[in-house]
Nanobody
Framework: VQLQASGGGLVQAGGSLRLSCAALGSIASINNMGWYRRAPRYQGELVARITSDGATYYDEFVKGRFTISRDNAKTTMYLQMNSLKPEDTDVYYC?????????WGQGTLVTVSS
C-alpha cells in the first residue's frame, strides 16, 4: 500500500496545519502507522503513532498540541498540528509497518515562522 502525504506549508507561530497521509489501499488492518519528522535515515524523530484500534502515542515535544487520527473508510491518516512553534519546522513523513516491513510516504515540508 503506497502512501501520499500532503498538507504542509508555511504558517506563523501559534497557527495550525493538518497533514494528511492518503493510502492507495486499505489501512484497516495496519496496526502501526504514524508520522516521523526529518528523513528517517538521518535518525528522524517519531512524532506520533496510532494503532488499528485507535490507541495513540505522542512524543513529548508535541503532546497536547498535535493530534493523530485515522479514517479507515477514507484510507487516510491525519496529523492535526496546533500551537505550532518555529522548532516544529521540518519535513514530516508518514509511514506504516506491516509484516515486519516499513513503507514511507514522501515528505511534506512544514515551515513555522516566528
Amino acid at each position: 500500500v503506497q502512501l501520499q502525504a500532503s498538507g504542509g506549508g508555511l504558517v506563523q507561530a501559534g497557527g495550525s496545519l493538518r497533514l494528511s497521509c492518503a493510502a492507495l489501499g486499505s489501512i484497516a488492518s495496519i496496526n502501526n502507522m504514524g508520522w516521523y519528522r526529518r528523513a528517517p535515515r538521518y535518525q528522524g524523530e517519531l512524532v506520533a503513532r496510532i494503532t488499528s484500534d485507535g490507541a495513540t502515542y505522542y512524543d513529548e515535544f508535541v503532546k497536547g498540541r498535535f493530534t493523530i487520527s485515522r479514517d479507515n473508510a477514507k484510507t487516510t491518516m491525519y496529523l492535526q498540528m496546533n500551537s505550532l512553534k518555529p522548532e516544529d519546522t521540518d519535513v514530516y513523513y508518514c509511514y506504516y509497518i506491516a509484516s515486519g516491513f516499513s513503507t514511507w510516504g514522501q515528505g511534506t515540508l512544514v515551515t513555522v515562522s516566528s
